[in-house]
């Protein structure tokens, strides 16, 4: 495959010539993939997970949760650019379902949606030692559809969310 070999490629000079020479077929194997993991930083050192504040209590059982952000290298070798995430928010923020494990089935949904939105949050909130601010997905969710999943939500042991996304624009 084709993202198997780029990955692999080691020296920077190689990777471009690698790109120059294999474009259409690297945009076709992005488009037909859907990401399904957790951001991985490029840079900033990351402090220890229990400093990351991804999962704010709020009243009534609810959280506010941050998923993707954007300017990270993610586990695929992406980073998201600003505005990534807008047009999806804005036309399905309240429809998103709010999965386990992005697993598009019922049985996976654990919480209610009680809305999403891009904003802007502190790098530092997302656990990582460097100042500035960046787009983020964030949701605010009722974990009440799974008793297990609230309670470790109301014991701060939720500390990481993702969200699933689909290439459209390279």
Same mark, same amino acid.
Request: overall charge positive; glycine content about 6%.
């Given at each position: 495959m084709?993202?198997?070999?780029?990955?692999?490629?080691?020296n920077?000079a190689?990777?471009?010539?690698?790109i120059?020479a294999?474009k259409? %077929?690297?945009?076709k194997?992005?488009?037909?993939?859907?990401?399904?993991?957790?951001?991985?930083?490029a840079?900033?050192?990351?402090?220890?997970? %229990?400093?990351a504040n991804?999962?704010?209590?709020m009243?009534d059982?609810?959280?506010?949760?941050i998923?993707?952000?954007?300017g990270?290298m993610d586990?695929?070798?992406?980073?998201s !650019?600003?505005?990534s995430?807008?047009? &999806?928010?804005?036309?399905r923020?309240?429809?998103?379902?709010?999965?386990?494990n992005?697993?598009? &089935?019922?049985?996976?949904?654990?919480?209610?949606n009680?809305?999403?939105?891009?904003? !802007?949050?502190?790098?530092?909130?997302?656990?990582?030692?460097?100042?500035g601010m960046?787009e983020a997905?964030?949701a605010?969710?009722?974990?009440?559809y799974?008793?297990q !999943?609230?309670a470790?939500? %109301?014991?701060g042991q939720?500390? %990481?969310?993702?969200?699933?996304i689909?290439?459209?624009?390279?």
């Amino acid at each position: 495959m084709v993202l198997k070999e780029f990955y692999n490629i080691q020296n920077t000079a190689k990777r471009l010539e690698f790109i120059k020479a294999n474009k259409a %077929e690297i945009i076709k194997a992005k488009r037909g993939i859907i990401k399904r993991a957790d951001s991985v930083i490029a840079a900033a050192q990351p402090f220890k997970a %229990e400093q990351a504040n991804k999962a704010e209590p709020m009243e009534d059982g609810q959280f506010r949760i941050i998923g993707n952000s954007i300017g990270f290298m993610d586990s695929h070798m992406d980073v998201s !650019m600003p505005g990534s995430f807008s047009k &999806s928010v804005n036309e399905r923020g309240n429809r998103i379902p709010i999965l386990i494990n992005h697993d598009y &089935s019922p049985k996976s949904i654990f919480a209610a949606n009680k809305g999403v939105a891009v904003e !802007m949050v502190n790098i530092r909130q997302l656990g990582y030692n460097a100042d500035g601010m960046t787009e983020a997905v964030v949701a605010r969710i009722e974990p009440k559809y799974d008793a297990q !999943m609230a309670a470790l939500y %109301e014991d701060g042991q939720i500390k %990481e969310h993702s969200v699933g996304i689909r290439y459209v624009k390279l």
